[in-house]
């Protein structure tokens, strides 16, 4: 077997690249549920502020992807693998963009109190946070099993919040002064889900990448 | 140039005892071009020249199987050779005018088929000529040697003497590794002109020229046809692991 050294360690650094995403991206999820949870506005206001490096890698993966494919010329499973870090890499940062986001909810709710408890938010979040881990995983592992798992665990997220929103729909009905807060964790609940949908985007691209048919995971 | 089948039925060569090419069977649609692709010594080559025969010059060289154009099997000990190369066009992979002006280059062939007419043989050599696009290139030093164009017009001049005879089959041997690269781009650009009046059958070692050019690619290794089918699948998706990794530059 001959090795390409040089695209070896291009496909390599992708990976390592994408991990570290991903690692940020469920961090920022992670600390926007805590800083609602405790309405911190402090710690929201720093999840703001990390974002831009989470698209700085965003920008270093297709800048390297570029490099690749006009270098190297790869094709079959090593042109689908750069294709598949580029579209990886946009999901990641969109997820990056939605957990901040929540963080927003929470500097748009200083000074006030949880009028309710947040219900199963921090349930939902943690599940999102676990697709968020294995859909890196199943790139990095090229794991089909594991990314088809990612749209079991998105149907249990959609479950969950239409649950949540049914509750939050009769909680404003009963309490026309909380809407306002009410309608931000009906937001936050549809930012969780989004990034779900993103986790199974990219166990998509995994099934991709390694059987070169696409599947429709997000039904 | 009628429509007719072109096909290759469990086809082997042997050289001595080695067995070269074993038995491939693969057929080649009519106006498209074919690339066969592997490593070197993976019977590619072989396996075109015994297309039109040129395997027989050989010492030692053996075929099994069968080619058939249309309802001629040319395997078949009775095949007129010198008919069968009318028909079957070959380019090599350096060019090899012969030692004459470039229009006889072109009328050569024509001529040793019977065309006598002086004015017959002036449209074919204008039309060979034009079909090459090096008509406006040499229009006015038609009596000059072959061998003092540069490269890549030689190898357009050699394609163009072989559409002389109105073969229907074109093969190439590499026809563009000799050449720099606006040479080899003029090359790839007359080859994708030309397939839309013959069959090209075209053996490269540039895997980018075979994605470029063809419309279905062969890999071949060891001696066997690994994997046939659509360029466009065999460079995104190709079904056999040997295949992607012989495209991706892993091994060979």
């Known amino acids: ?219 | 140039m009628s429509a007719q089948s072109f096909y290759t039925k469990e086809l082997s060569v042997y050289y001595g005892e080695k067995h070269a090419v074993k038995r491939v069977s693969m057929d080649f649609p009519e106006r498209q071009v074919v690339a066969l692709i592997g490593p070197s010594g993976c019977g590619k080559s072989t396996f075109l020249r015994s297309l039109n025969r040129m395997n027989d010059l050989i010492s030692g060289a053996r075929i099994e199987g069968k080619v058939w154009i249309g309802d001629q099997n040319i395997i078949d000990p009775s095949t007129d050779v010198v008919q069968l190369r009318q028909r079957i066009g070959m380019v090599w992979q350096r060019p090899n005018p012969f030692h004459k002006s470039i229009y006889e280059n072109i009328a050569f062939g024509p001529r040793y088929h019977g065309v006598r007419n002086r004015k017959e043989l002036d449209e074919i050599v204008e039309t060979c000529l034009r079909k090459t696009a090096l008509w406006d290139e040499v229009k006015d030093r038609l009596n000059q040697s072959g061998l003092a164009l540069s490269g890549g017009q030689q190898q357009r001049l050699c394609i163009a003497r072989s559409l002389a005879v109105q073969p229907s089959i074109l093969l190439m041997d590499e026809p563009a590794s000799a050449l720099d690269p606006v040479s080899t781009a003029k090359i790839e650009e007359l080859i994708s002109e030309l397939k839309q009046e013959y069959t090209i059958v075209i053996v490269t070692h540039n895997m980018q020229q075979a994605a470029r050019v063809s419309d279905r690619t062969a890999f071949f290794f060891l001696g066997d046809l690994v994997e046939y089918d659509d360029t466009q699948k065999m460079f995104t998706n190709p079904s056999k692991k040997s295949t992607d990794d012989y495209i991706s530059g892993r091994f060979g």
């Open chain 1, 1 to 219: 077997m001959v090795t390409r050294r040089e695209f070896d360690i291009g496909l390599e650094q992708l990976r390592n690249m994408l991990v570290e995403m991903g690692t940020k991206v469920e961090r920022a999820l992670a600390e926007s549920m805590n800083a609602l949870e405790n309405l911190d506005v402090e710690a929201a206001r720093a999840i703001v502020k990390d974002d831009p490096e989470i698209n700085r890698i965003e920008e270093t993966i297709s800048d390297l992807g570029a490099k690749l494919i006009a270098t190297q010329q790869p094709v079959a499973k090593d042109l689908r693998r750069i294709l598949v870090a580029l579209k990886i890499s946009s999901d990641l940062e969109r997820m990056g963009d939605l957990s901040v986001d929540i963080a927003k909810v929470v500097i748009r709710l200083e000074g006030q109190a949880l009028l309710r408890p947040i219900g199963d938010l921090p349930q939902i979040a943690m599940i999102v946070r676990t697709m968020i881990i294995e859909s890196i995983q199943s790139y990095i592992d090229e794991n089909v099993d594991l990314a088809y798992k990612m749209a079991k665990d998105d149907d249990q997220v959609d479950a969950m919040y239409s649950q949540f929103l049914r509750e939050t729909f009769t909680y404003m009905a009963d309490n026309p002064k909380s809407v306002a807060q009410t309608m931000h964790m009906s937001f936050v609940g549809r930012y969780i889900e989004r990034i779900a949908d993103h986790a199974t985007n990219i166990g998509e691209s995994v099934v991709f990448l390694v059987v070169g048919k696409r599947p429709d995971l997000n039904q």
